[in-house]
T-cell receptor, first 111, second 117 residues
Framework: DQQVKQNSPSLSVQEGRISILNCDYT??????FLWYKKYPAEGPTFLIS?????DKNEDGRFTVFLNKSAKHLSLHIVPSQPGDSAVYFC??????????FGAGTRLFVKA | EPEVTQTPSHQVTQMGQEVILRCVPI?????FYWYRQILGQKVEFLVS????????KSEIFDDQFSVERPDGSNFTLKIRSTKLEDSAMYFC???????????????FGDGTRLSIL
């Protein structure tokens, strides 16, 4: 099931700079897109979401952009902090009862 | 902040044995989910549950798997006859709402690591 793809397994960013995590999807029926953050030995934690009818949603240091024509979304973190180092999962919801996750991108923020 | 709790944190079981993974969702949540993550792979949806019945399940969730809400607080995942490939981290999640038009994120527990020997 490759409906949600995160093609970069890892990303390294300097503290204070912008982190951009990317996600592509194939199913045009997805209703909502979500980003989750996961630390080792913990479950995923919800970060931010965006409805398919919007192109941008912002919450503090986190902004998600959605480009429906390209079936692409991205998460921007600015400024990046060492505590942001984690695995970030892109996820998509058809508006049903099922959420499909991408493979995750491991973000390293260097101090 | 209320949280989803899962027990045990690590379960070791012999192949062919039955295993029950337990979850206590957030108390006012109505929708419950199980996911699994095989080591190094993506988080995979297994099943969603609402109003005492399965809402949706994936192709992974075959006849060896079952879910139950035996009382007002627990939500369990049973694997009847475990196989080596069932070894994974199993995450329980809950949400206030789900379905079309919903934007309620799921809250995840910290998972149960299931090791099949």
């Amino acid at each position: 099931d490759q409906q949600v793809k995160q093609n970069s397994p890892s990303l390294s960013v300097q503290e204070g700079r912008i982190s951009i995590l990317n996600c592509d999807y194939t199913n045009s029926m997805f209703d909502y897109f979500l980003w989750y953050k996961k630390y080792p030995a913990e479950g995923p934690t919800f970060l931010i979401s965006i409805s398919s009818i919007k192109d941008k949603n912002e919450d503090g240091r986190f902004t998600v952009f959605l480009n429906k024509s390209a079936k692409h979304l991205s998460l921007h973190i600015v400024p990046s902090q060492p505590g942001d180092s984690a695995v970030y999962f892109c996820a998509a919801d058809t508006g049903g009862f099922k959420t499909i996750f991408g493979a995750g991108t491991r973000l390293f923020v260097k101090a | 902040e209320p949280e989803v709790t899962q027990t045990p944190s690590h379960q070791v079981t012999q192949m062919g044995q039955e295993v029950i993974l337990r979850c206590v969702p957030i108390s006012n949540h109505l929708y419950f989910y199980w996911y699994r993550q095989i080591l190094g792979q993506k988080v995979e949806f297994l099943v969603s549950f609402y109003n005492n019945e399965i809402s949706e399940k994936s192709e992974i969730f075959d006849d060896q798997f079952s879910v139950e809400r035996p009382d007002g607080s627990n939500f369990t995942l049973k694997i009847r006859s475990t196989k080596l490939e069932d070894s994974a981290m199993y995450f329980c999640a809950s949400s206030e709402a789900s379905g079309p038009g919903s934007n309620q994120p799921q809250h995840f527990g910290d998972g149960t690591r299931l090791s099949i020997l």
